[in-house]
């Protein structure tokens, strides 16, 4: 179970930092691919970014370190948390209609993943 999770942290990590990024660096085109990225300001994008960045450094670092590692589980519920958000704002911003444009498929799922590594580092740590 351990590996599976190291797993499926690094893909949300590496998932979660590539997106935030280019959101933040790419935001002008971003904005005209996506139309919901638009429907925030620039300044608000850089702020969900930072966050994701936070939490994917959170998933990691704690077990490479091995230092607070029960800082593993909080990244990981918050980054899900965060990722529901986004969710509905795709949601929102769409309607419930699955297009090429529209993100909610990929952010449902990092969510999901998300919460999947958050109870299961719960789980380890008290089994």
Do not use: D
Not at 4 to 14: G, K, M, R, Y
Not at 33 to 60: D, H, K, M, R, T
Not at 68 to 88: C, H, I, Q, S, Y
């Amino acid at each position: 179970m351990n590996i599976l999770l190291w797993a499926v942290q690094i893909v949300v990590a590496l998932f979660s930092m590539a997106g935030s990024a280019y959101r933040i660096s790419n935001y002008a085109m971003a904005s005209q691919q996506v139309a919901s990225v638009g429907a925030l300001p620039y300044a608000a994008w850089v702020a969900v970014g930072a966050f994701e960045i936070a939490c994917s450094l959170g998933l990691i670092l704690p077990g490479i370190f091995k230092m607070k590692r029960g800082w593993t589980p909080v990244a990981a519920w918050a980054l899900a948390v965060e990722m529901l958000l986004v969710t509905g704002l795709h949601f929102w911003y769409f309607g419930f209609q699955m297009t090429a444009q529209n993100p909610a498929l990929w952010t449902l799922g990092l969510a999901a993943l998300s919460a999947f590594v958050g109870y299961g580092r719960q789980a380890w740590k008290r089994a």
